[in-house]
């Protein structure tokens, strides 16, 4: 696999779209101006090829066909994974309404999962948001459960360290604040891979698993040591991740050419306590189609969906 070579760094172009974004006019942009005296971050210059995929003023939308574990049984259902540049305020660490040099571009992804539980639905949104013209973590990730029990909330905000909130309607987990030093994150793994797969880690790595499965399992919110391996293949590649403590993997294919686009994704987790067997999640795609989407938000755009095979 040849992956993309970085060339020039960012120009400033018009804010396109309600989404998406212009780049960045100096590649050498700090996380945020408080920290700009104390930390400066590693420049990440990238292709034309790149700024015309990503900066084409349309989201990439891909559905998937899930098969999600859950309570010990797999349940139907979809996945929908939405990829988009847009401009990002460093210090507010929110989507900049208005084109500005102190704005920074990023990669966002939206993942959405929605499936059954018996008589009542599970809906799943984790959103990530990674700078594109530096080296840095996310600045921000946000993921929430609902069904019929109640909610659950998790936010990082990458600040000095990794301010992260958590709301729960569990007494267990009810409300917490912490911080944490800076680490890789799982949640992050799938946008590097699409801005730059040479940038994945590998071997033995401190990271934080993905704020989904944190609270779908009730685990505690913490770095652990896991294995990672990239097993490069003439048209898919695979990036595995290992815990060996939580005995959860992670695998991810996708596509071993530019722009690098996921195709299926698997998920192996230890058994439930009253379980016997390892159940795995696996999402395959269905469609995938690049649209300004937010501009089609009236009913006669609804037959749209059939696009991405979605119901």
Known sequence: MKFFKTCTLFAVIILLGSCNSSEEKNGLQKIS???????????RTVSEEFKDYWYSGTAEITSYSLMQERYGEIREGTAVNIFVTEDF?????????????????VLKLNQMKSFNTGIY?????????????IKEHPLKITNSVQEWCGQVYMQLN???????????YF????????????TYLENEIWNLIRINPEELPTGD?????????????????????AFASLKQGDSITIYTVNYPTLQRQLMLFFNSTFPY????????NAADQNDTLRLKTTATKLKRIKSDYWT????????????????
Do not use: C
């Open 33 to 43: 101006n408080k920290k700009a005296a104390s930390k400066i971050v590693e420049p």
């Open 89 to 105: 305020l460093p210090d507010a660490q929110v989507k900049a309404n208005n084109a500005s040099d102190e704005n920074i571009s």
């Open 121 to 133: 639905p599970y809906s799943i949104m984790t959103s990530t948001f990674s700078p594109i013209s």
């Open 158 to 168: 990458n600040r000095n360290d990794f301010e992260i909130e958590s709301h729960s």
């Open 171 to 182: 007494q267990d987990e009810a409300d917490q604040k912490l911080s944490l030093p800076k």
């Open 205 to 225: 790595i401190m990271i934080i698993p993905s704020f989904e499965y944190l609270r779908l399992r009730h685990k505690e919110i913490k770095q652990h040591n």
């Open 261 to 268: 686009e996921i195709e299926k994704w698997e998920e192996v």
């Open 296 to 311: 089609k938000n009236k009913n006669e755009h609804f037959g749209l969906r059939d696009s991405l095979d979605l119901k």
